[in-house]
């Protein structure tokens, strides 16, 4: 139990109260509750505060607006109530001084696509050196301590909640997954961070953020609100935000790393070469040339690969160290994976990318591997972004030899305008069709490859369901591949 006071808060009238939990939902209220009525984009969270206040709530944070909602129940309570121009951020740091210690070395990274890689590459490069650590975010908390989540950034109280289990297990060192829903919403606020990085920026999420201004926006509240002026931030200078970012950070007076092939780049790459396993780096570290042999597939895991060991760096590792883990690095789950190998050599992969910008790099770092044909399978999710359709069409038809559209969570949508929108785009490539069951498509796909080829299904990754209307349904692309091809190869 803890005071307001001892949590930073200041109530109404001088009122103090000690709290006993905090609570972003009505209905986890115990009594003793700080309960947080946060503004959300269809209902203001101050129309629950009288169910709260049922359940015993001895605190109601909130903004000005969810006092005026709640004006009524609230003058008739003795519950403590906090206002806050930013209830949002003011409940992030509530949390972090609620659940108090954090892991010693904690980074983030923000950007459209790479996240996830980045941040498991973090942990695998603490791992080869001896450290605890693990990385948090779409696929969960991973590493020296397992926890499942449901968003990549998950709300304030489980993030610190996780934060300090972790280091109950031992953890020492984190990586993050910074979403834009996430820093939009302040749920990384109150952590304190060794270094931040910025992968790229493409379109996404504009269904949410609705232009790519406030979403660009949204991004840099990693490095303009929650790193510290004093830390470092990694940043990509190839992508054509990455200068922008640099400039932003610099500044603040943060010291910049930067990443890529670029002249100005403190860890640059200068060298790639490809085959059937993987590929060679060959990169320099402020000057001095390193060589490195990736286990990986696809030229972009170069870039993913090194904003890693930037930040890694920046939190305090010996550069030499981190490049001798490099070697060892494994591919991410759902991330340009290798789900099976036909017995004529063709291989399939699977790969979370679920934006046009993604649809393009993938096919395209994929080509330098593969001698033959590039066989393409794509959808687009429902109540999301539709600008991006036609788009992510428009980047498999011009980078793959064949394409197949397919279903991809339609969710409440009707898949079959989905895949029109999708096909519209896709219009250019010689090779284009339509199967909307996923695993009939992924079928097809497979039969269709021969001695050279590959397969790229794209758009799902790591997930492990179909989400149709309300239902998820178990699938998963790796698994369904595997099938495939035991299926074509009379296997079973």
Not at 92 to 117: I, M
Not at 260 to 274: I, P
Not at 436 to 444: F, G, K, Q, V
């Amino acid at each position: 139990m803890k005071t307001l006071t001892a949590l930073g808060l200041t109530a109404a009238q001088g009122r103090d109260a000690t709290i006993t939990s905090l609570a972003v939902d009505s209905r986890d209220v115990t009594k003793g509750s700080l309960f947080a009525a946060l503004p959300g984009a269809k209902v203001h969270g101050a129309e629950f505060i009288q169910y709260a206040l049922r359940m015993g709530a001895a605190a109601v944070l909130t903004d000005a607006a969810g006092a005026r909602i709640a004006a009524d129940v609230l003058g008739a309570s003795d519950a403590a109530l906090i206002v806050a121009e930013d209830p949002r951020q003011t409940l992030a740091q509530t949390a972090s001084l609620w659940f108090g210690a954090h892991p010693g070395t904690v980074v983030a990274v923000t950007g459209t696509n790479g996240k996830t890689s980045v941040s498991s590459f973090c942990r695998q490069i603490w791992e080869d050196m001896g450290l605890a650590g693990v990385n948090l975010g779409t696929t969960g908390v991973e590493g020296a301590w397992a926890y499942p989540l449901k968003h990549t950034t998950p709300e304030p109280i489980t993030l610190h909640r996780v934060l300090a289990e972790a280091v109950a297990h031992g953890v020492t060192h984190v990586a993050m997954e910074a979403s834009s829903h996430g820093l939009d919403q302040r749920r990384l606020d109150g952590v304190v961070l060794a270094a931040a990085g910025f992968t790229n920026f493409t379109q996404d999420h504009l269904d949410y953020h609705g232009t790519f201004e406030a979403y660009f926006a949204a991004k840099m509240g990693l490095f303009t609100r929650v790193l510290a002026e004093d830390s470092v931030a990694v940043v990509n200078l190839d992508d054509p935000k990455g200068p922008v970012v640099a400039a932003i950070c610099t500044k603040r007076g943060q010291e910049v790393i930067g990443v890529g092939r670029s002249d100005d780049a403190r860890l640059r790459l200068t060298g790639q070469r490809f085959d059937a396993t993987g590929q060679d780096l060959l990169f320099t570290w402020q000057g001095r040339p390193h060589h490195a042999r990736l286990a990986l597939i696809g030229g972009f895991q170069a870039e993913n690969v090194l904003l890693a060991a930037g930040l890694v760096i920046a939190a305090g590792a010996d550069p030499l160290d981190v490049f001798a883990a490099l070697p060892q690095l494994g591919t991410v789950r759902g991330r340009m994976e290798l789900a099976a190998t036909r017995g004529n050599g063709a291989a399939v992969f699977v790969d979370f990318a679920h934006t046009p910008d993604a649809v393009e790099t993938a096919l395209k770092a994929l080509r330098p591997h593969v001698m033959g044909r590039i066989v393409a399978i794509i959808g687009a999710g429902g109540d999301r972004d539709r600008a991006k359709r036609p788009l992510m069409g428009e980047a498999a038809a011009k980078f793959a030899d064949s394409v197949i559209v397919t279903d991809d969570n339609p969710r409440s949508e009707d898949p079959a305008s989905i895949r029109v929108a999708v096909l519209a785009g896709a219009q250019g490539c010689d090779s284009l069709s339509e199967v909307a069951d996923r695993a009939e498509a992924i079928l097809r796909g497979i039969d269709m490859l021969q001695p050279g080829d590959a397969l790229l299904i794209a758009g799902k990754g790591h997930e492990s369901g179909q989400i149709i209307g309300d239902t998820v349904m178990p699938f998963d692309d790796v698994e369904q591949a595997s099938v495939a091809v035991a299926a074509l190869e009379g296997r079973i």
